[in-house]
């Protein structure tokens, strides 16, 4: 990773947790205090913030590959979840994994009306518990707990073979992890971790074929075609592409999403990926563990480890074990305070 993209992260030493939280670059803070000073001075115009969400949205469809017309803007992943499930039909079979994330799970359980029959397995075990009657496949490209990588190709050839849906929340891989979006049905992704944006952004790709009927649940003035020509009065007059499923953004929020995706875009994601799985390796093979495929490193530490060692490092415990993260900041530096802290 060239010095002057690191010189935008100042307070990135030592910070191994990204996979809560990530940070942002400079030019994003400074782009998002010029648009708060705008605000704060009165001269803000609303329409004008629109450009930051299309850049954005533009800028997602060419990380996951897939025309801009299939991605939905909007602020939690739940949300967006819960419109892919619309597509389903009473007592309809959904496949999870084991420990999956609840924002993930909790959309389909709520669905009471529904009443889906939600079955769990492994996740190295999921594509061959898929059968003829799981109706949809719902499960996070990378855990949340502990970094492990979903085989995707796999997962989608059965759900494919079974004439089962695909939904794949990219939250944990968004931003380091090459994927094409049109490899799945639906795919939601929160932006702020990986992606190095202000939490209340996030994106949501939909298949052409599908988008009739998903049904847009949170349809307010900015879903249709042309929000700002037609915010009062009826009928109904939704955009025609995936937009039709956005929601109103939070301006001030997108300015900086904008600006985080477009430095992003400079890197390149198979750029950021191999440097973040370069480092997740060094801790690894540090301890003697054998490669892995991962940004982040899950460890089960032992009953006298003392916390005090991981002083000035961010990490965090996620069901049990530490978790670090390696991302476009980190470095070789940090690679080895992780292993000095962990080492015996």
């Not at 998002?32 to 850049?55: F, N, T």
Request: aromatic fraction near 8%; proline fraction near 6%; include cysteine.
């Amino acid at each position: 990773i060239d010095a002057a993209v690191l010189r935008q992260f100042p307070g990135a030493a030592g910070y191994l947790d990204t996979a809560s939280l990530g940070l942002p670059p400079q030019s994003a803070v400074d782009e998002l205090m010029a648009a708060i000073a705008e605000w704060q001075a009165g001269a803000a115009e609303p329409p004008r913030y629109d450009r930051y969400v299309e850049e954005a949205r533009a800028s997602f469809a060419a990380m996951v590959d897939v025309p801009v017309e299939q991605v939905a803007v909007g602020a939690q992943v739940s949300a967006m979840v819960a419109m892919a499930a619309t597509v389903l039909e009473p007592a309809s079979r959904v496949l999870v994994p084991e420990g999956e994330f609840a924002s993930a799970t909790f959309p389909f359980l709520t669905r009471h009306d529904l009443a889906l029959d939600i079955v769990t397995a492994p996740l190295e075990r999921l594509a061959e518990t898929v059968d003829a009657g799981t109706a949809l496949v719902s499960f996070s490209l990378v855990q949340s707990s502990d970094g492990r990588v979903a085989d995707g190709e796999a997962i989608r050839e059965a759900a494919v073979a079974a004439g089962a849906l695909t939904l794949v929340d990219a939250t944990q891989a968004a931003g380091w992890l090459p994927f094409r979006a049109d490899d799945y049905d639906f795919t939601v992704s929160g932006t702020y971790k990986w992606l190095l944006c202000p939490r209340g952004t996030a994106f949501m790709t939909v298949r052409p074929e599908l988008l009739e009927r998903v049904q847009p649940l949170y349809a307010g003035w900015y879903a249709g075609e042309k929000p700002w020509e037609t915010i009062y009065g009826l009928p109904l007059r939704l955009a025609s592409d995936a937009s039709r499923l956005d929601l109103s953004p939070a301006w001030l929020a997108w300015v900086a999403t904008a600006a985080s995706l477009r430095l992003l875009e400079e890197v390149g994601v198979e750029t950021i990926h191999a440097h973040d799985v370069r480092l997740s390796n060094l801790v690894r093979d540090g301890l003697g563990m054998d490669p892995g495929d991962s940004s982040m490193v899950s460890l089960e530490l032992r009953s006298d480890f003392e916390p005090e060692r991981l002083e000035g490092l961010r990490t965090a415990f996620r069901a049990g074990r530490l978790r670090a993260g390696f991302h476009l900041y980190s470095t070789e530096e940090d690679a080895q305070r992780l292993l000095e802290a962990l080492r015996d």
